[in-house]
């Protein structure tokens, strides 16, 4: 078996060099992996992707099932040919997926029943998805900043700046904390996020981290983001007189995509290998979808040979992706943000839509530039006939309102005796009804207990947005999972989230979205860590 492995590694290694270009061809040359992680952003606005996707066989497909995690992702890593030494990746890997998950199989697949799985990628330490990618990034960023230096490419240190909507700013503080030569401040909507969210992120530990309410919505604070990561003056201001420059953990950094086509990859070996399927049988998969990173990974992990047939787009009621693969119009010009219990979707603004559509024009940089400045200037754009019949031939999508939501927890719960949180609840519905011929997997993005208010609601028929009887309404969020956990017999609360209570908040700033309010908190944070 060790020489199998071996070879089978070495086969990767031997794949052709790949580089990174951007999606408004606005880079003056193609950068190499590391350069793409540590930039993060193209300059120009541009999203970087690799030149070159790499084939996988069916047979190496499959054979990844006889491997660890961790091994199967350094085997798609070599497959991309990232630029370090492949002794490094493996240990880099050995490192993410590790004891810092709670399965040994990192993550484990249930299926309800033959032709509907559920792809469990909430098993790590902060007990969403997010950390399949952000238990790997943060180690692969330092890798690259390390070996960059080596190489005289870069001489500063980094500030990593975050807008979640709940779940990837806890990941990338965990991911990041105490990391040498780097900081990390992370945007959260105020009033926006879960109890369990917020006191998570409040809670954080760690030297080197910064958290921020924001007044707005996770658009404002996605686009205050972005709008400080395009302002020029304030990039030389940093490196003139921090020595920092600015760079990313949100999916728009390839360095977070990269993993999240690893897991697509692994449960199709992993279903074959469990005799839920046979070799080479086509399989859906179906992603609870805000800022289209999870769906896409999919997508590239089906460009890179896995059977993969349709890909399915759950979208809550912001339902911007899903009347967009719809009708080819992407507008969000007079569309009203609602809050839903599903927070971690309630995007308007996809930033990995650009990578989608960049892949499906044939690499048209041109197109992608222009409908971006559409977007940005009118709220709104259309892509061309060819592009959308492209997209349709991949891609359907529904959204489920808010009541359906929560009806479909307890549906599920009452019969496959499987308690889902509200956004795989989401993806769920839209997998019964879109469904084909094809079995189904389904991406299940959290655990129950990182929204226990909706989950009460859910199992108790509590309208979305209604309150909870006062005796439930005053207990913490810790309190109420402890309550639900006895109601439903799953006392599987991750300890990560059971202990939140006893750990002192030491996060509770507010801010305005402006990309002068957000540059000036930026300052502050940096100022004062300098002085500890």
């Known amino acids: 078996m060790d020489n199998e492995l071996q070879d089978f590694g070495q086969k990767a290694q031997n794949m052709a060099e790949n580089l990174y270009i951007d999606t408004r061809g ?75 998950f709670d399965d040994r199989a990192v993550c484990p697949i249930s299926s309800l029943n033959a032709n509907t799985h559920v792809l469990e990628l909430w098993h790590g330490p902060t007990s969403a998805f997010k950390d399949m990618a952000l238990q790997c990034l943060p180690r692969f960023f330092s890798a690259s900043a390390s070996q960059l230096r ?14 979640t909507s709940g779940d990837t700013g806890k990941a990338a503080l965990e991911g990041f904390r105490d990391q040498d030569g780097v900081s990390i401040a992370v945007m959260y909507p105020d009033g926006g996020v879960s109890d369990i969210q917020f006191k998570q992120m409040a809670t954080q530990q760690g030297r080197n981290v910064q958290v921020w309410g924001v007044r707005g919505n996770f658009d404002d604070c996605q ?47 992993q279903l074959v290998a469990d005799g839920k399927l046979s070799a080479g049988d086509e399989l859906d998969v179906c992603v609870p979808t805000g800022n289209f990173g999870n769906i896409l990974a999919a997508y590239y992990a089906k460009r890179m040979g896995v059977p993969l047939g349709m890909l399915l787009c759950a979208s809550n009621e912001n339902r911007v992706l899903t009347d967009f693969i719809n009708t080819g119009t992407y507008d969000i010009s007079d569309r009203d943000f609602v809050l839903t219990p599903s927070p971690s979707m309630d995007i308007l603004v996809s ?68 308690l889902l949180d509200p956004h795989t609840a989401v993806a769920y519905q839209v997998a019964e009804n879109l469904r084909g011929q094809n079995p189904v997997l389904i991406a299940s993005t959290a655990h129950w207990a990182k929204f226990g208010d909706n989950v009460y609601r859910a199992l108790h028929g509590i309208e979305p947005g209604a309150p909870l009887p ?52 930026a300052l502050r944070f940096l100022d004062n860590l300098s002085k500890r």
């Open 26 to 100: 606005r880079t003056k040359r193609p950068v190499t992996f590391t350069e793409a992680v540590v930039d993060g952003l193209a300059a120009g606005g541009g999203l970087y992707v690799p030149q070159n996707i790499p084939q996988l066989s069916l047979e190496d497909i499959t054979a990844l099932a006889q491997m660890p995690y961790a091994q199967r992702a350094s085997y798609v890593y070599r497959a991309f040919d990232v630029d370090l030494p492949a002794e490094t990746v493996d240990a880099l890997m050995a490192q993410a997926y590790g004891d810092n």
């Open 150 to 163: 080596d190489q005289g490419k870069l001489d500063h240190q980094f500030l990593i700046l975050v807008a």
């Open 223 to 269: 686009t205050g983001a972005k709008n400080v990561f395009n302002d020029d003056a304030f990039a030389q201001k940093l490196l003139d007189e921090q020595g920092v420059a600015l760079s990313s953990a949100n999916s728009i950094n390839w360095g977070r995509l990269l993993p999240q086509v690893v897991y697509y990859v692994s449960a199709y070996a």
């Open 351 to 418: 930033s990995n839509l650009e990578r989608q559509l960049f892949e499906l024009t044939d690499r048209n940089a041109e197109a992608i530039a222009g409908w971006m400045a559409d977007l940005r200037e009118q709220g709104r754009f259309r892509i061309d006939e060819s592009t959308f019949a492209r997209m349709r031939e991949t891609f359907a999508s529904d959204s489920i309102d808010n009541a359906t939501c929560l009806a479909t927890i307890k549906a599920v719960l009452d019969e496959h005796d499987y």
């Open 470 to 521: 006062d005796d439930v309404a005053a207990l913490t969020g810790c309190a109420l999972n402890e309550l639900i956990a006895r109601e439903t017999g799953k006392h599987d609360i991750p300890r990560g989230l059971a202990e939140l209570d006893e750990l002192p908040v030491r996060f509770t700033d507010v801010i305005d979205a402006g990309t002068s309010d957000i540059e000036t908190a």
